[in-house]
């Protein structure tokens, strides 16, 4: 069981991170932000597949104005992302919006960023400080001879003074940086002076197999280390992939997330049925989806390694000759031609726990 390092609680919304919390995966919506349907129907698929809090982009007024209605129609905390425009983060607030990510560096200096603090001060609204390796200070990248975890670390704890001044801790920190070695070394780095939650990332990671492979390493090493309250896996793609992934990512470390855990073998010399179609079809069916509780399944090629494999899990099967041996919780349950299989392991997904 990994230990987790003690940070701070904060509020989003209706849910809180940091301290005993549960680590809450986020995910960011692509659409214009301003388009109330599209960015609406985008946050509830995103919430179906396990999204715990939204990040949209607020580049302008239309879409500060937008945030109230959005909020009454989604169910999870709604963060804004703004650049370059303090007020965009004032009327934000003044519209509903549950957080506010900025990056001092940019939002127009040490007054603006002060004004930004004390309006979520009065509306008890948090601010995530998001310090990214590509955009740090002059002085800074001067005195570190570039991009170094040390600098990205001594920018954020020059932004965390401007919030200390005014008395403000309600704050959640996060230095990415698309290299991952320089990311989990800020990370440390940050961790080690201050106890304020921090939400994990790499940035502009790739493709959706790039993207999830580099992030599970960055944050996997993060994660095991005992660092990171709030993640998010940054993909280009489908946004509900970012979720899937950075729940897989919870999940390969010990921690009780809803959904199906997918167990399957590689396939070998051995497999006389169709797995690699069918594990794709089921990822298809099931990785986007919250469904509630956790069960484990195991779609195995063939009876040297398979039934053990599938006895251990909570719904199993082992390919034969054509056709698959079916195991619930340990039990030998029947044999399943290979053209029922897909169709018998979601239904059997589908009524799994419910009668318990
Ligand atoms: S479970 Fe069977 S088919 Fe799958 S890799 Fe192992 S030996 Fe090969």
């Not at 502009?204 to 790039?210: H, I, K, L, R, W």
């Not at 794709?280 to 989806?289: A, C, D, I, R, T």
Request: glycine fraction near 10%; include cysteine.
């Amino acid at each position: 069981m990994i230990k987790r390092r003690k940070t701070r609680p904060v509020r989003i919304g209706d849910i809180s991170i940091g301290e005993n919390n549960p680590i809450a995966v986020q995910s960011m919506t692509n659409t214009d932000t301003f388009d109330i349907e599209s960015t609406v129907s985008q946050i509830l698929g995103l919430e179906k597949a396990g999204c715990d809090i939204v990040r949209s982009s607020i580049p302008d007024l239309q879409s500060a104005l937008a945030v109230k209605e959005i909020r009454k129609r989604i169910n999870i905390p709604l963060v804004g992302d703004i650049h370059f425009d303090h007020e965009l983060a004032l009327a934000a607030v003044e519209y509903g919006i549950d957080k506010i990510r900025i990056n001092p560096g940019n939002i127009g200096g040490k007054a603006r960023t002060k004004e930004v603090i004390s309006t979520c001060k009065k509306a008890n609204i948090p601010i995530r400080i998001g310090v990214n390796s590509g955009s740090l200070d002059r002085n800074i990248l001067a005195k570190h001879n570039g991009v170094t975890p040390e600098a990205m670390a001594e920018s954020m704890s020059e932004y965390i003074d401007y919030f200390l001044e005014e008395d403000f801790h309600n704050i959640v920190l996060s230095l990415k940086s698309s290299d991952v070695v320089k990311m989990t070394e800020a990370y440390r780095i940050i961790s080690s002076r201050y106890d304020y939650p921090l939400h994990l990332g790499v940035t502009e990671a790739g493709s959706v197999f790039t993207g999830a492979v580099k992030s599970a390493v960055g944050l996997g090493i993060l994660l095991a280390e005992g660092i990171g309250d709030t993640i998010r896996v940054s993909l280009t793609g489908d946004v509900k992939k970012e979720i899937s992934a950075g729940r897989t990512i919870l999940r390969s470390l010990g921690y009780s997330i809803s959904g199906v855990n997918l167990i399957s073998c590689p396939t070998c010399a051995r497999t006389r049925v169709g797995l690699e179609n069918l594990v794709e079809k089921l990822e298809e069916e099931f990785s986007g989806m919250n469904i509630g509780r956790s069960i484990n399944v195991a779609v195995m090629g063939c009876a040297v390694n398979g039934p053990g494999e599938a006895r251990e899990a909570d719904i199993g099967i082992a390919g034969g000759d054509g056709e698959y041996l079916l195991f619930k919780k340990g039990v030998t349950v029947r044999k399943v031609a290979e053209s029922d299989v897909l169709k018998v392991l979601v239904d059997e997904i589908g009524y799994f726990g419910k009668d318990e």
